[in-house]
């Protein structure tokens, strides 16, 4: 579940090592690409966090930002 | 199923579509790095094709290419 | 240099090292999925051998091709 | 210049777009699985922050931090 709070979505994925965990972030890259539309997000280890909101818009949440988790979701 | 002829272990690799193939592959170029040890590989979209031989013993097979043939199935 | 034969477009990039070419591909990867155009490339080591044609067209080369190889060519 | 405080060893890394900071990324996975050794970082755009310490020996700062950096910089 993606959680809007402080004018961003935020959710936390969760792996079952780095080698998995940085796989996704590939496929996460090459979507924030197709969209023209990138992330924040930090790893460590196997846990991935990623929050997203539309700077262009002055920094709040965005149709552009549901449509990039909506896809990053279907990856999983 | 890695098949061994002609001094190579080869097998090919199907995935949902490209990203998820692109995926497979950065966690398989992890494992070479860590191995030491590089394949030849080639991929068209969904498809990954895996070949595996030692170099520096003239080109067979040896445990070096059953290492990283096991590791790799792991990740599947 | 592109080289067009067998109505394919032909390109052989050489790297420092295994890392080099694996981060160039990654490049790749993401521009073949901004385009919705995949190559056919293999990787040996620090080469990177890239395809290019037009499945849908008849597996000819097509001004899809030449757009993917001046993205590609960008990159270095 | 790594920066090392609060038991951290502290970096930012500039790119010239998102696809060359996340081609670095893939380097510093690849270097982080070959360490066995991984780091927390964010990445924005064309931006990437990395803190590395040592769980291990109780989050602070050791001699296997300081190798991944000289492994990451030797990558610039």
Chains 1, 2, 3, 4 share one sequence.
């Not at 996704?24 to 997203?52: G, S, Y």
Request: no cysteine; glycine share 2%; proline share 1%.
């Amino acid at each position: 579940m993606w959680k809007e709070e402080n004018n961003t979505l935020y959710k936390r994925f969760q792996f079952k090592d780095f080698s998995e965990a940085f796989a996704f972030m590939t496929r996460v890259a090459i979507l924030a690409e197709k969209h023209d539309h990138h992330p924040k997000w930090t790893n460590v280890w196997n846990t991935v966090e990623i929050w997203l909101n539309t700077h262009d818009a002055g920094n709040i949440v965005t149709s552009k930002d549901h449509a990039l988790a909506n896809d990053i979701d279907a990856l999983i």
